[in-house]
């Protein structure tokens, strides 16, 4: 698989994205965070703007005992940092599957494994290459330990004790004899030297192999064993339940259980890893959440150190005294006294009480706002690159924003009462009197603001202090429609200089800043209505509920389905920022990964082909396309928190692929069709291939709705796949995923026309 030639982007500073968040609950102050570039995601082009660095789990961490480092999680996430641990970087690893183990060879040179997958880089992480396991495909025999002496010689266990031995970085691998497990599993391998290594199992077996894995020799029972460390040549650990630590100071040929008799009494928690930067100071992640146990006697005695609220999963030195740790919900802390005290400590979220579903564009570029409870408000004045929480003076849910411009912005709550910012979101202050807690605010224009329903359309002039109600009547294409003020509208939106209303009664436009309005004709009933997104007076799309996209191009007199986005199952949201980009989400997919994990679909080209994308396996709450950037919120993390992740090119990857389908006849007969079994052959070529199992997923139109299947890609980027169940006239549609440096692709829809 290959990795990523982007332009990398690095995470928040840790410090300052932290401070960013210190608000109280009571005051009304706007915090700034740093514009160090963001983490990407590494399946697409979209970042994570909060939390900081990143939101995914980080399972393992290793540093070389420079500055120079990588940490992995899950999703098939790989970071990098440069500096130990202050700043990451994130890397494409081409797989999705859920890495928990690396090993960092130089700071060129890594490995990493989990899931289904061991991957190897030899250019920092600009590309990696996948290990031909023969694992794919929903493998039960995941990857257990990985122990590399080199870029071209390591060894690869499986839980099931597989053990698997390559010479040349991974092109070819080879088979050693397997690990006697048993009933139980492996769950861990470390190698002293290029034949001498130890396997540690669940059940607390330590079996040890001095020829390279082709036999092996049991040196060590006890309890349950999770983790070994070799430390050097004659050194190594194993970490266990019940606090059990054994050590070996002969190459991994006998063991002792120490001690680690814990400071004040304590009683000896499950130990999951270990890290040592030399024979006596080690530092042991638990399975008690936020707790390690510091060593600095060889395992002897210990100390329990509390390190922050996420629980640690890895901890690495990265020089004399310095640490990283790495663990749910991207937590990433740092320690510069050896693991006694850990002040710097990654940013969170933002934290579930943000749960609005809506983003609110802002006039000026690059901003955006999404209102939640208790007087919160998340902002962005930087493309998603960071985002801020405005806290408005009210413990009341705010319901609706406004920003004409960065610095003023209107907020409606659930009590009904209007406030107004003129610095940014620092200090607020209140009109008279309350308004319908179902309006909706709409930045029409610098000086015009709109209180939309939930009856009728108000409008305001002088900054919010007065409304007065639009009068006349909607503009039908024939004549003149019902009152404005009669009209049941529920949401509302602005783009450019177009305005836009819909609900019970339909769907109204305004390019006046809401003075006179025009209704937009719909292709179904007004309470089928989903989603809506307008970009001007004539162009928009409409999302019904059931998932189908429709498309008008003038103004609503005529629209038509939009097919291109092919089976994957919609979310209820589209937004376009112009005439040819937009976003559709996806949610609730019925494909097996990697299809499962597919949260938007892109499109650069008005829509006449989409491509699937991952978005960190999120499933978004909101979305929003702006001429700018576009901004995605999902839920993440246990426990669950909003997250942030925002793209400028549409969530572009650097290179592209190419993907088209044919079939043999596009029109045919009722009879030839049935001939052939009501089927048809559909040949694909995709370029570039990016990894040996790699597949399309073909979706088509039946009389009871879209079917999908997926097709494996050979070698040379054919592929075929036969269709089943078709009765007549089928739209076919097929989307590749791509991997991160390579985009995915989606091609337009292609029509088999049968005659009856």
Not at 29 to 34: F, V
Request: net charge neutral.
């Amino acid at each position: 698989m290959h990795g990523i030639a982007r332009n990398i982007q690095r995470l928040l500073p840790l410090a300052a994205a932290s401070a960013a968040l210190a608000v109280s609950v009571g005051s009304a102050s706007a915090q700034t965070t740093t514009t160090t570039p963001p983490v990407s995601v590494g399946h697409s082009g979209w970042y994570w703007g909060s939390p900081a660095p990143q939101g995914q789990n980080l399972a393992a961490v290793a540093f070389d005992g420079t500055t120079t480092g990588y940490a992995v999680g899950a999703l098939g996430t790989v970071v990098r940092s440069e500096d130990g641990g202050q700043t990451w970087t994130g890397l494409t690893s081409g797989t999705v599957d859920n890495l928990d183990l690396v090993q960092e060879l130089s700071p060129t040179t890594v490995v990493a494994g989990g899931g289904c997958s061991v991957l190897e880089s030899t250019d920092a992480g600009a590309t990696f290459t996948s290990l031909p396991l023969g694992l794919a495909g929903g493998c039960t025999d995941t990857v257990a330990g990985i122990a590399f002496a080199s870029s071209e010689q390591g060894y690869v266990v499986l839980r099931d004790g597989t053990l698997l031995y390559t010479t040349d970085g991974g092109q070819t691998v080879q088979a050693r004899s397997s690990v006697p497990v048993g009933t139980s599993t492996v769950t861990g391998l470390g190698f002293s030297s290029p034949t001498t290594g130890v396997a540690v199992t669940a059940s607390g077996l330590i079996e040890q192999t001095i020829d390279g894995g082709n036999s092996w020799n049991e040196v060590f029972s006890g309890g349950e064993l999770f983790g070994v460390t070799v430390v050097s040549p004659t050194l190594a650990y194993a970490v266990g339940a019940a606090g059990q630590l054994v050590r070996s100071t002969d190459g991994g040929a006998t063991w002792t259980a120490l001690p680690l008799t814990l400071t004040g009494g304590a009683a000896p928690p499950t130990l999951t890893s270990i890290t040592c930067s030399d024979a006596n100071d080690c530092l042991i992640t638990t399975a008690n959440s936020n707790e390690l146990v510091r060593t600095t006697d060889g395992g002897m005695t210990g100390t329990i150190v509390s390190v922050s609220d996420s629980a640690l999963s890895g901890v690495a030195f990265t020089g004399p005294g310095s640490v990283v740790g790495v663990g749910q919900q991207g937590a990433t802390v740092l320690s510069s006294d050896a693991g006694q005290t850990f002040p710097n400590v990654s940013a969170p979220g933002l934290s579930s009480d943000l749960p609005g579903t809506a983003f609110t564009p802002g006039r000026a570029a690059g901003t955006a706002y999404l209102a939640g409870g208790q007087g919160a408000i998340a902002a962005t004045t930087d493309s998603g690159a960071s985002w801020t929480r405005l806290r408005v003076p009210t413990n009341a849910a705010i319901l609706s924003t406004a920003f004409p411009s960065a610095t003023t912005g209107y907020a409606l709550d659930a009590a009904g009462t209007l406030r107004r910012t003129t610095d940014g979101g620092t200090s607020w202050s209140s009109f008279a009197p309350t308004y319908p807690q179902r309006s909706e605010l709409v930045a029409a224009g610098t000086r015009a603001l709109l209180l939309v329903g939930p009856r009728g359309v108000r409008r305001s002039t002088d900054g919010g202090s007065s409304f007065q109600s639009v009068p006349g009547r909607v503009r039908l294409r024939h004549g003149k429609g019902p009152r404005v003020g009669s009209l049941r509208l529920s949401s509302s939106g602005a783009s450019g200089s177009v305005v836009w209303s819909s609900g019970a009664s339909g769907l109204i436009v305004s390019s006046d800043t809401g003075r006179i309005w025009h209704r937009m004709g719909l292709p179904f009933r007004a309470s089928q209505l989903e989603s809506v997104s307008v970009v001007s007076a004539t162009r928009a799309w409409v999302l019904r509920s059931g998932g189908q996209l429709y498309e008008t191009s003038d103004g609503g007199r005529r629209w038509a389905r939009n097919l291109a986005v092919g089976g994957l199952r919609t979310g209820g949201i589209v937004s376009f920022g112009s005439s040819q980009d937009g976003i559709l989400a996806v949610s609730g997919s019925t494909q097996q990964p990697p299809f499962s994990s597919v949260g938007v679909l892109s499109t650069r080209n008005g829509g006449r082909t989409w491509e699937p994308q991952i978005v960190d396996g999120l499933a978004p709450n909101a979305l929003l396309a702006t001429s700018s950037a576009d901004y995605f919120a999902g839920m993440y993390g246990n426990p669950m928190s909003l997250g942030f992740l925002a793209t400028t090119n549409g969530g572009a990857s650097p290179l592209h692929s190419s993907l088209t389908i044919s079939v043999a006849r596009r029109r045919l007969t009722a009879k030839e069709l049935g001939r052939a079994g009501h089927s048809l052959l559909v040949r694909g070529q995709l370029r570039p291939v990016l990894s040996s199992n790699e597949e399309v997923l073909v979706s088509y139109t039946t009389r009871t709705g879209w079917r999908r299947t997926t097709a494996l890609v050979a070698t040379g980027g054919a592929f075929q796949v036969r269709l089943h169940g078709i009765r007549g006239s089928t739209d076919i549609v097929a989307q590749a995923l791509g991997d991160g440096r390579h985009g995915g692709a989606g091609t337009p829809v292609l029509r088999v026309t049968v005659r009856h």
